[in-house]
């Protein structure tokens, strides 16, 4: 650290008042953005700022411009996996800076998510970004100014609200048409929750693409935790129920590497006797398995990424309105790939 | 969102300077804190100031106090795993919002981090976080002016500035003396690349439990890379040449869930035949492995809030210097523990 002090040496409003020709009342009523002064004059006060190097002070600046390049991204999901990469698609979107972004981990609770949008108000923030853990809907966020809201991954029950989330259906589709592209017949489903949008969207989209088939679902959704352990568990149920399985589609990575472990332990080999399908394409989950996983990669990051130009839209006066799904793609690997390394 | 707009009917520089009896001019240099003010008249200003709702403007606030009440948080690791609890640690000690969080992923590259403390100066943070993914030291982030940093997790080359990391020493004792008490005396590690810090510290911890206890480490420590495909082949390597093995301490969860693939594939039972040890208490992986893994958590949460609290002091002007290593703790789950579920 350089020990030069902030302090006399910088620029003040009287400095540059001085240099503008203006009273300090003008230069603070540029500051306020008061519209009791000319464009003309208004020119001349934020040109003489920058010269003076008034520039440090971008909370003067943004009082001029009336924005503060700032973002609040609130999330329920304590910044874990799911709005991590969400967040960095923000960023990314966001232009390196141009525009920053706040953070704030609500913690699924109300209070402190009401807190947050009062502080991140008082900072007058652009807008704010609302992301969480799951596709099911959320309540509108309370913001009780003309500050636009997106919702990314975490959809608004407001249909009026723009909403950025992924597309589950298309995520159980995608894994049904490679199963059947492979030529696999009896496809088992193990996914999480029923309450969770997410997993039933995935069950919806993988059906319609198996009955098209004609080669229906074996049993039915096998609804259960987010575990390995339920990934375990209802490979055994299934394979005891149907010894001629071919296929699994897993609702995420975790429940597939559960999947895999039950099938080696009932001595089927993936992918030549059962091939596997997981979701998340969770690179650590995935790429560490035996044989590594192929995956649905439902495009977080695209998901963080189109909210924050949706984002940048509504600040510009253009708000969009609705529920947009992003596209997820499959990354092919050994699970499904007979003729690839196991 | 209301409609409601900002603007007309939002409290001015003006309306403070009419109700404290005082000319816009003079809130002016009360805004720059520049020094030509009686502490009365100041203290009047900002009590009309709060009287007539100057609050929703932070940003004039902080320049009152010569505070943003912001710090930066600048990590390298795209708020990955190691650096997200990091930061919630540090959320959690700067009060919930008393004071708010800028993060900036700098993704390892000087000219980015280069950019975002430009852009957080100019914000005018109080003080900048920084972070990174490993335990290697980094050099010190060049502020040019007197703003304080403190590093988390990556300490800073240079021994004055103030880092709070991980103990990974005690983490290879914890682990040791565990196996120990045990009674394991056949004991291998398997750990990372031998560049990282961490991996060496925590196999020097190892070693000197186990040298003091009259058992040392079998063969080396078996540094590789930080995956499951590497816990699989350095348990067959150390299966090879000590049949006799009866514990395995890994430098992460990762490779831990690989140790225990090749375990189970060679016959062997965890914990009856061989005790199993992970390091980073990854809750994914620890609990869904089979059976679930003991592992030293690193105490990452207190990092990040230790981090913060050193630099909150040093914003009040009482700056700490040095290395702080914070405890770490084992976790024991089945992987150790023979009376335990399996």
């Known amino acids: ?17 001085a240099r503008a020709g203006v009273s300090p009342g003008t230069v603070s009523k540029a500051l306020n953005g008061t519209g009791q002064i000319s464009p003309t004059t208004r020119a001349r006060i934020v040109a003489a700022a920058e010269e003076i190097d008034f520039r440090p002070n971008a909370l003067a600046r943004s009082v001029f411009e009336r924005r ?3 973002v609040g991204l609130i999330t329920t999901d304590s910044f874990e996996r799911f709005s991590v990469p969400v967040m960095l698609g923000a960023e990314d979107a966001l232009g390196a800076g141009q525009m920053s972004v706040f953070l704030c981990d609500s913690r699924d609770d109300p ?12 900072r007058r923030v652009d807008g704010f970004i609302v992301t969480g853990r799951t596709s099911n809907e959320r309540p509108p966020l309370h913001v009780d100014r003309d500050v636009p809201v997106v919702y990314a991954l975490t959809p608004s029950a407001d249909p009026a609200d723009c909403s950025v989330v992924v597309d589950d259906e298309a995520a159980g589709r995608l894994a049904g048409d490679h199963l059947i592209r492979l030529g696999r017949t009896a496809v088992g489903h193990i996914t999480g929750p029923e309450w969770f949008d997410a997993a039933r969207r995935r069950a919806a989209g993988l059906a319609e693409v198996l009955d098209a088939a004609g080669h229906p679902l074996l049993d039915k959704p096998w609804y259960g935790g987010w575990t390995e352990a339920w990934g375990r568990q209802a490979t055994q149920i299934l394979l005891r129920s149907n010894p001629d399985l071919d296929a699994i589609y897993c609702g995420s990575d975790l429940l597939a590497r559960g999947a895999a472990d039950a099938l080696r332990d009932a001595g089927r080999r993936i992918p030549d006797d ?3 399908i997981g979701t998340d394409n969770w690179e650590y989950i995935a790429e560490g398995a035996r044989p590594p996983l192929t995956s649905i990669d439902l495009g977080l990051g695209e998901v963080g990424r189109l909210a924050a130009r949706r984002l940048l839209d509504a600040i510009a006066g253009q708000p969009h309105s609705g529920v947009e799904r992003v596209a997820c793609h499959l990354v092919a690997r050994a699970s499904t790939d007979e003729s690839g390394p196991h």
Chains 1, 2 share one sequence.
């Open 1 to 17: 650290m350089n020990k030069e002090r902030p302090g006399p040496t910088r620029a003040t409003v009287r400095d540059v008042a």
């Open 68 to 70: 503060s390049y700032t």
């Open 111 to 122: 209070i402190r998510e009401r807190h947050y949008v009062e502080v991140l108000l008082g």
């Open 274 to 276: 059962v091939a596997l």
